[in-house]
């Protein structure tokens, strides 16, 4: 098994500094939480260590956004706010690519971790993608979606992303998988504590993220729509944090 070293990792990731700068692609990535008594879990996956782009490292289900995600029906719309917030800010994000990016996160979540978000009933689609949610009778929802962070990853880097960092419980989950997605992005699946998940062999972004997430629970235990979202990128030659 061929396995790249960091130096290696960063080297494939960097361009020359005379290259035409790459636009992100946009990308979702899902936060599943639990409660166990006084205790809250995080669902984290590690990546394979032959994958060239953050090998071992461990993530959240995620992946980029596919034009097939625009064309899925859904139970239930995202929440007004949540919208709000999501073509809010650099990009100027419609509100039709808004819901495919959300969508992104949920098909991510079962190609992935297996766990089916929505709503038992019936579902028809031709989306290859897809299918697994009519196999198995889920409906996608994205009422109960939370829209927790955004991060774009800077410029000078082979594969560059506009992430938006969704969050979801437990209880959405419609239907569980008992061997996994059908990909194998992802081994390892574990329900860590959120102070243990942030120990873990995780990016920084992560656990930025992480760390932003326990702040929020503190003030809104139950992530109710409209939560203030940071927004991560580089301006200049200064990483910012901005509010959407």
């Not at 998988?177 to 329900?191: A, F, R, Y």
């Amino acid at each position: 098994m061929d396995v790249m070293t960091k130096a290696e990792v960063d080297k494939v990731e960097r361009i020359a500094l005379d290259a035409k700068p790459i636009r992100p692609c946009d990308a979702a990535t899902l936060i599943l939480l639990d409660r166990k008594g006084d205790e809250l879990l995080v669902l984290m996956g590690r990546r394979h260590a032959r994958h060239a782009f953050m090998p071992g490292k461990f993530v959240f289900p995620g992946g980029r956004t596919d034009p097939a995600d625009s064309r899925i029906p859904v139970a239930t719309p995202l929440h007004p706010e949540e919208q709000a917030r999501l073509t809010a800010g650099v990009g100027r994000t419609s509100p039709a690519r808004a819901r495919a990016i959300a969508l992104s996160a949920i098909r991510e979540t079962y190609e992935e971790a297996g766990l089916l978000i929505g709503r038992k009933g019936a579902f028809a689609t031709t989306k290859r993608d897809w299918r697994g949610f009519a196999e198995h009778g889920v409906r996608p929802s994205l009422e109960t979606l939370r829209f927790i962070a955004r991060a774009i990853t800077p410029p000078n880097r082979v594969r560059r992303f506009d992430t938006r960092f969704f969050s979801a419980w437990r209880e959405d989950v419609a239907v569980e998988l008992p061997d996994g997605g059908p990909t194998n992005e992802l081994e390892e699946l574990v329900w860590l504590p959120l102070a243990k998940a942030r120990q873990a062999d995780i990016p920084d972004i992560t656990s930025a993220i992480l760390e932003e997430l326990e702040k929020r629970l503190v003030d809104d235990p139950l992530l109710r729509p409209g939560g203030s979202v940071p927004f991560y990128r580089l301006v200049g030659n200064r990483f910012v944090r901005e509010i959407l």
